[in-house]
C-alpha cells in the first residue's frame, strides 16, 4: 500500500517511542514484532516480562529488540501514582486506588508513559473497548490546549481515484461523540483538516460538512445544526474550504456537485467527510470499507495533548502496526509544534 509505505518512510527518518500496553495479545505482539523489524519506530510494550517473553516464545514471535516495562517494577511507578490520584482527587481517587489502577490497568499506565515522556505515543484498542482507551487518555493525558473537542477520524484507502484525494478520504467523527453539537462539529472539522494535512499530506483540505440535505433542500434540526458548525467555521477563519451542508454526493461526485451546490469550492471535490452523528459516520465507513474494499485506519484519536490512537478491536497485526505509523507521525508532528512554540 503506497500511502503506508510513504508514511513508515517518512517516520522513520525520526524513530518515536510508541506504547502498545496490550501485551497479552498475540496479534499486538505480532504487530511490535513487526514495527521493530521495519524500523520505524521503538516499540515499548507493557505487563510482567517473563510472562510476555513466554508468550512470545509460545508464538515464535522475536521480542529482541522490543522494550518491556513492567509497572511494578519500572522506577516511576509511585510518580505515576501521584500524579492520577492528583488528577482524580475530585472524583474520590486516593493513591491507593491510583496504585491498584496503574498496576492492573495496562492502558491507563501507558498512558503515564506518554504523559512523562517515556513514550511519544500509544496505540491500543486491539483488545480493550474504544470508552478504555478514550477515558485512560482523557483521564491521564488531556485535550490539547486549542481544542475542547477530543474526537475520531478514519482514513479511508480506495481505488477509486476519481474521488477524495486520488481515491483517499478523511472521514469523522465514527467513534466518540454520538450527537455533536454545532461547535463540536465544527471542531471535528478543524481536527480532520488537520489530520488530512498531517498524515494524508493533503496540502489543500476541502472539507464537507454532510447532511441528507444539500443547500436548503430540506429542513429540520438536523440541517439547522450542520447550517451553525458552517457558520462557526466562518467566524473562526480557518485556512482551509469547507461548505455545507452538502448530500454525499453532491460532496464527492465533480458532476453531482455541479448541478446541486454550482457556487461551492468544495462540492463534488471533498476530500474530507464531517458526519452530522456517530451513527451516520460508523455505518457510512463500515459500508465504505466493505463494499469498496476500501483499508480503514483507525479510528484515530484526536483533539489530545499526545499522541494516543484507538484500535478496532477486530483489526488485524498490519492495521495495527500501520496505526502505530501514524501514532509516530502524530508525536513527530507534536514535537514540532512545540519547537515552534518555544523559539
Do not use: W
Amino acid at each position: 500500500m503506497r500511502f503506508v509505505s510513504d508514511l513508515k518512510n517518512r517516520v522513520a527518518k525520526l524513530p518515536m517511542r510508541i506504547v502498545l500496553p496490550e501485551s497479552k495479545s498475540r496479534r499486538v505482539l505480532k504487530a511490535a514484532e513487526q514495527i521493530a523489524a521495519e524500523k520505524f519506530a521503538h516499540v515499548i510494550v507493557v505487563g510482567n516480562a517473563s510472562e510476555i517473553k513466554s508468550r512470545a516464545l509460545l508464538y515464535h514471535i522475536n521480542l529482541a529488540e522490543i522494550e518491556i516495562i513492567d509497572p511494578l517494577k519500572f522506577s516511576m511507578f509511585e510518580m505515576f501514582c501521584d500524579y492520577y490520584a492528583e488528577r482524580r482527587k475530585n472524583k474520590g481517587v486516593t493513591k491507593e486506588a491510583a496504585r491498584f489502577l496503574l498496576k492492573t490497568n495496562y492502558t491507563l499506565f501507558a498512558a503515564c508513559l506518554v504523559v512523562f515522556d517515556i513514550a511519544d505515543g500509544m496505540v491500543s484498542g486491539a483488545v480493550t473497548t474504544s470508552a478504555d482507551v478514550i477515558r485512560a487518555a482523557l483521564q491521564i493525558i488531556g485535550p490539547a490546549h486549542d481544542c475542547k473537542t477530543v474526537s475520531s477520524s478514519f482514513i479511508l484507502l480506495t481505488d477509486t481515484k476519481q474521488y477524495g484525494d486520488n481515491g483517499i478520504l478523511v472521514v469523522g467523527d465514527c467513534s466518540v461523540i454520538p450527537d455533536p453539537t454545532a461547535v463540536q462539529l465544527a471542531d471535528i472539522a478543524c481536527s480532520c483538516a488537520a489530520r488530512a494535512r498531517t498524515t494524508v499530506q493533503i496540502l489543500d483540505p476541502k472539507v464537507a460538512l454532510l447532511s441528507y440535505s444539500t443547500k436548503g433542500s430540506g429542513s429540520g434540526s438536523s440541517v439547522d445544526k450542520v447550517q451553525e458548525a458552517l457558520r462557526i467555521l466562518h467566524n473562526r477563519h480557518v485556512d482551509f474550504d469547507f461548505d455545507g451542508e452538502l448530500q454525499v454526493d453532491a460532496a464527492v461526485v465533480p458532476d453531482v456537485g455541479k448541478i446541486k451546490a454550482p457556487a461551492s469550492r468544495v462540492a463534488g471535490k471533498a476530500n474530507v467527510l464531517i458526519f452530522p452523528t456517530l451513527d451516520a459516520a460508523n455505518i457510512s465507513y463500515k459500508l465504505v470499507q466493505r463494499f469498496a474494499h476500501a483499508t480503514a485506519l483507525g479510528p484515530l484519536l484526536q483533539g489530545l495533548a499526545r499522541p494516543v490512537l484507538d484500535l478496532s478491536r477486530g483489526c488485524s497485526t498490519e492495521d495495527i502496526v500501520d496505526v502505530a505509523a501514524i501514532c509516530c507521525n502524530d508525536a513527530i508532528a507534536v514535537k514540532q509544534y512545540k519547537k515552534r512554540c518555544v523559539m
